[in-house]
């Protein structure tokens, strides 16, 4: 062993967490292989990559919480078709499939081009869908809501003046980033944690294609231009370009950094104006920019645009990522509405102001705790541009003028929330507190005077979660997000109850006409 190596697995040895020193019921991996092939391969695949049931991987596992693979081993999972194998395996063969489920396997799983190629089904060519939509008389197309249910794995298509179901399909298991629309809002496109990306037409309700792009995934972003599908994966690390019109995939990135180590994506994004995807990643300081303007001038493969080393503007070329290097990581994106600048925040609480061409740093940002800037919205007061974001690891949302990069405001909300959410005709921000134990209330913002100016428990002791707003925005569409949960509409003015609907575990739902014309109460 080289001394390199030495130091190397000495590190690793040093870094090991404290539990790894504790004595825990010895993982025993060739018994515990053995339950596996006879018990879960059938659902969870071979290699535990996932099948019918989702994969068994310790990156798809992590979100659990301690204790919980072996309670679902134990008692199953309800709703689902996982079932329950106390009594079928004694406690040491349930607790030695538990820890080995969540230890890495011998061989770091693979998704190679044929395994994304072999994954992809398409339901029905796009050119048999019917020309129009196929929607109920008197049902706007634009103003249909996508709801993910994520109880039970499913979709709801809601009409948004009527607010009736139109339709409810299974999704791929655990969809995660916000459903991304084509510009014309026909099609959705999702991406689900374990690495499924579907296309789905909202004129004849049905599924058109879908591709299994990796193992775990976060996120997909649908150039301005309708053209492609941008994934971002963290496991293998790549990105990966589809077709947006039956989802055959064009090509893939690996995501290697300047000093070669493979980086996590953390989300990808459409910046419409700039006819580019714009990538965050999660463990190196770069961020990543790739045009799809057929028009842009190639750049040479591989450049790293380093602010700090004063180099002038290199825009990205046709599908050739650009590297702009950062001096730390920061993985949280939020952009100006002309996406000339990213606001960009790190894990540790750090934020900083990046002008896109240049690659300047051009602020350092006043944002502590855990700001969730992907879910942060823009507003105008005064003649002044605002940013306004929640806070994960705060009550509070921060006000920031985005002309002068400076703190505005922070207002105390009721607890540390995922989503803010306005609406252009609505003089409110809705906030929740889902992070603390004040979860079923939401706080309501005056964007005028930045004042809470009013707490509301829709149904107290319950998560009351994501908002969103019709296309006039004079409701709001409220996730209950229990299981059994519930979809309650509200009068956006009056804050009166208007109908409810039952839903399993809502979480986000996208209204059509608010994402594609880029309402600057929601996100993109
Ligand atoms: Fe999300 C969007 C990151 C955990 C529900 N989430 C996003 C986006 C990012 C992100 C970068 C914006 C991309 C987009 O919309 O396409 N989320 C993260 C995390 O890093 C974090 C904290 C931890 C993780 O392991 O992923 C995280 N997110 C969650 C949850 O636990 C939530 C509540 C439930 C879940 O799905 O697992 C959750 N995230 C959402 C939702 C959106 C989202 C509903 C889209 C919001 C919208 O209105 O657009």
Redesign the pocket.
């Known amino acids: 062993m080289s001394a390199r190596h030495l130091a190397a697995a000495l590190a690793w040895l040093l870094a090991a967490p404290l539990w790894a020193a504790t004595p825990v019921t010895p993982v025993t991996g060739a018994r515990a292989a053995a339950l596996y092939d006879q018990h879960c391969l059938a659902c969870h695949g071979t290699g535990r990559l996932g099948g019918m049931g989702p994969a068994l991987l310790p990156q798809s596992l992590?979100?659990l919480k301690p204790g919980e693979i072996l309670a679902t081993l134990r008692q199953g999972r309800a709703a689902t078709q996982m079932p329950a194998f106390a009594g079928r395996l004694d406690d040491t063969e349930l607790n030695e499939l538990a820890a080995w489920l969540g230890t890495p396997p011998a061989q770091p799983p693979q998704w190679t081009a044929t395994d994304m190629a072999v994954s992809r089904v398409q339901y029905v060519a796009e050119a048999s869908l019917p020309a129009s939509a196929q929607l109920p008389a008197g049902v706007d197309p634009h103003n249909l809501f996508v709801v993910?249910e994520?109880g039970d794995h499913h979709v709801s298509v809601v009409d948004g003046d009527h607010f009736t179901r139109l339709a409810r399909f299974q999704s791929r298991f655990?969809?995660?980033?916000?459903p991304?629309f084509s510009p014309d809002g026909r099609f959705v496109y999702f991406?689900s944690?374990d690495g499924w990306v579907s296309q789905y037409d909202l004129y004849s309700q049905r599924m058109v294609a879908e591709i299994r792009v990796g193992l775990n995934t976060?996120?997909?972003?649908v150039s301005a231009d309708g053209r492609w599908v941008l994934a971002g994966n963290t496991l293998p690390e790549t990105l990966v370009l589809l077709d947006a019109h039956g989802l055959m995939p064009r090509q893939t990135w690996p995501v290697r950094d300047r000093h070669g180590r493979l980086s996590r994506v953390?989300?990808?994004?459409d910046a419409a104006p700039r006819q580019s995807f714009i990538v965050?990643l999660k463990d190196s300081d770069e961020l990543w920019e790739i045009s799809y303007n057929p028009q842009a001038a190639p750049v040479y493969p591989g450049m790293v645009h380093d602010y700090r080393m004063g180099e002038g503007v290199a825009l990205p070329g046709f599908l050739q990522p650009r590297v702009t290097a950062l001096d730390m990581v920061l993985?949280?994106?939020f952009f100006d509405p002309a996406y000339r600048h990213v606001m960009a925040a790190s894990r540790e609480g750090r934020a900083e102001v990046i002008q896109l061409d240049t690659g300047v740093k051009v602020a350092d940002l006043a944002l502590d705790g855990m700001p969730?800037l992907?879910?942060g919205i823009t507003f105008e007061r005064d003649g002044q541009r605002l940013m306004a974001t929640p806070n994960?690891k705060g009550g509070k949302v921060t006000v920031i003028d985005m002309d002068r990069w400076q703190l505005v405001s922070q207002i105390a909300t009721p607890g540390p929330g995922?989503?803010l959410?306005s609406h252009e005709n609505s003089p409110y921000a809705w906030v929740d507190a889902?992070m603390s134990p004040r979860k079923d209330t939401l706080g309501i913002i005056d964007k005028g005077t930045l004042q809470l100016v009013k707490t509301l428990s829709v149904r107290p002791g319950k998560t009351n979660?994501?908002v969103?707003f019709t296309r006039d925005g004079r409701y709001v569409l409220l996730s209950i997000m229990e299981n059994p949960g519930e979809l309650v509409v509200l009068d956006a003015t009056t804050f009166a109850e208007v109908v409810s609907l039952p839903m399993s575990k809502p979480?986000?739902k996208?209204n059509v006409y608010n994402k594609i014309n880029r309402s600057e109460g929601?996100?993109h």
């Open positions: 992590e979100r993910v994520a655990a969809l995660h980033g916000g991304k991406a944690r976060r996120n997909v972003a953390s989300a990808v994004y965050a993985d949280d994106f969730h992907g879910s994960l995922f989503f959410r889902m979660a994501h969103e979480i986000g996208y929601t996100s």
